[in-house]
């Protein structure tokens, strides 16, 4: 009797946990069909991680952002392989800027990517899941859909409404049989802090050390410091996420690193109001904030490197 595999289709799969999970998921391939995506430059970026190719193997390109890809791609994987039967919604982009520095397409850019991309892609599969009345729907969120912190604004707001849709989703499914989860890293060591993207008007603000420099000094520095100390590496988070994906009744939020149960914790247990002013006190560099003294940076030169290197601007 033949039997049909489920098939998992990852987004994001070019680099950090999308690629750590790739990886892991090649050695399950006896148990599913993997559709692995990445936006088209990016695909290269997969090959030369060198995954040997499989008839259970796709490797397919995929903007998250973009309407005809994502419509191709599902149509695709119905008619080929019946369907996706677990969505990893993975792919996501961490804009580094104060609120005031923001334009519109940078809001934009930062939801079409980790809200609205995953959310448009959840609609297409489940129309398959609830006829086979199984699926599996993960979205990777993040410490900062628990918590928000200067210079993240944008990020943590694209992740606050993916943990909202999320939780509505996962009462939705139920009746289906479609298991819904989050799963929440924290600060992952990897070179994926080097990704974020740098809003115009905060590129400009490290650059001629003006109002603002020193926000983006102290909490690029703080994050990657965070970063780099941590144990969790995308392999863990890529390891939890298929511990997740296997089990016969998953939660609905599974903080995925030890500071991301810290997190959780913290936030319970400690009432609002105290939380916020521990919080702000603990912010790297907080007495020169809003004082003028962003032209006394140690390093402006330190600053966009920090910043800068390797990132993306728009
Ligand atoms: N690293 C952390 O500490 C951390 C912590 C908490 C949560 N997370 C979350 O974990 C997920 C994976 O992040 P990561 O740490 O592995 O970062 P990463 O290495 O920067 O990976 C992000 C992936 O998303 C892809 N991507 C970006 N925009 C895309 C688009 N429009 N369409 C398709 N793919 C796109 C990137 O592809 P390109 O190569 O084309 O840019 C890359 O493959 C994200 O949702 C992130 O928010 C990360």
New binding site residues.
């Given amino acids: 009797m033949s039997h049909r595999k489920p098939v998992i289709l990852v ?8 690629l750590a999970l790739t990886r892991l998921l090649f050695g399950r391939l006896d148990d599913y069909r993997l559709v692995a995506t ?2 088209t ?2 695909l290269p ?1 997969i090959a030369k991680a060198g995954i040997p190719s499989s008839e259970n193997l796709r490797l397919r390109p ?4 973009s309407g005809e890809e994502r419509t191709a791609l599902i149509a695709e994987i119905e008619r080929d392989w019946g369907g996706v039967d677990i969505l990893i919604n ?5 804009y580094r800027s104060v609120v005031e520095h923001l334009t519109e397409q940078d809001e934009q850019l930062q939801f079409n ?2 809200y609205f ?1 995953p959310t448009h892609l959840i609609r297409l599969c489940l129309p398959g899941m609830r006829q086979k009345r199984a699926g599996r729907i993960i979205n ?1 969120s ?3 859909g628990m918590m928000a912190m200067p210079t993240m604004g944008a990020y943590s707001a694209s992740k606050f409404a993916l943990e909202g849709i999320t939780e509505a989703l996962y009462y939705e499914m139920r009746p289906w049989n479609v298991k819904v989860s989050l799963i929440q ?4 060591r ?1 070179n ?2 080097k ?1 974020v993207t740098v809003s115009e008007q905060a590129r400009q603000a490290v650059e001629t050390s003006s109002t603002y420099a020193n926000y983006y000094w102290h909490m690029s520095r703080f994050i990657a410091g965070l ?1 780099n100390r941590s144990k969790a590496t ?1 392999e863990h988070i890529a390891a939890k996420i298929i511990q997740l994906m296997e089990q016969p009744h998953p939660q609905l939020r599974v903080p995925a690193s030890l500071d991301a149960r810290f997190f959780t914790l913290m936030t319970r247990l400690i009432p609002r109001r105290i939380y916020h002013a521990i919080l702000y006190r603990n912010l790297p560099g907080i007495k020169t904030w809003g004082t003028g003294q962003h032209e006394a940076l140690e390093s402006p030169a330190e600053v966009k490197e920090a910043l800068f290197e390797k990132r993306s601007t728009r």
């Fill in positions: 987004t994001g799969c070019s680099s950090g946990i999308g990445a936006r430059s990016s970026k995929l903007d998250v952002t993975n792919a996501g982009i961490s990517t980790n991309g990777i993040s410490v900062g890293p924290g600060f992952v990897s994926s802090f990704n970063m995308p």
